[in-house]
């Protein structure tokens, strides 16, 4: 088997337990996102939210990964998450189903964008909830941000890959 390329040699799972295929991401700028909803850094989602808003028309997508290894910030069910994401914060991008993204359990495109895009000093493990992981149009990783980047700092990064 050869070792994924690129965004499209993933798939994900929606809240709802269907698996759906990363391919179809090709030709557009995404933003990879662990989220919490009981996190210090929550109140990300809204700029989350204002980005995809800007530039969705432009190619550009926002793929929030819920995930409860850091201080079990993401105890509930899909829909319970969904359902706090809509009404606190409007969310209209993609929530998939929950997942790992460290240790054995860890999903595959989390690996894959943690050797892509190793952290501080070539750290390969996610820190906290709201890392964010940089994608452009071919599906190549081009950046990971920390948990304290601000959605809005992304912006320039992003139209230049628009």
Known sequence: MTEPATIADFSARLPNGETVSLADRLGKVVLVVNTASQCGFTPQYKGLEALWRD?????????AFPCN???????????????????????????????EVNGANADPLFAWLKAEAPGL???KAIKWNFTKFLIDRDGK???????TDKPEALARDIEKLL
């Not at 530039?55 to 793929?63: L, N, T």
């Not at 606190?88 to 929950?98: A, D, E, R, T, V």
């Not at 990783?141 to 948990?147: D, I, K, L, T």
């Open 141 to 147: 990783v081009v950046r990971r941000y920390a948990p």
């Open 69 to 99: 290894q850091f201080g079990g910030q993401e105890p509930g069910s899909a829909d319970e998450i969904a359902q706090f994401c809509e009404v606190n914060f409007g969310l209209s991008f993609p929530l998939m189903g929950k997942v």
């Open 55 to 63: 530039y969705r028309d432009r190619g550009f997508e926002v793929i």
């Open 121 to 123: 000093l070539g750290s």
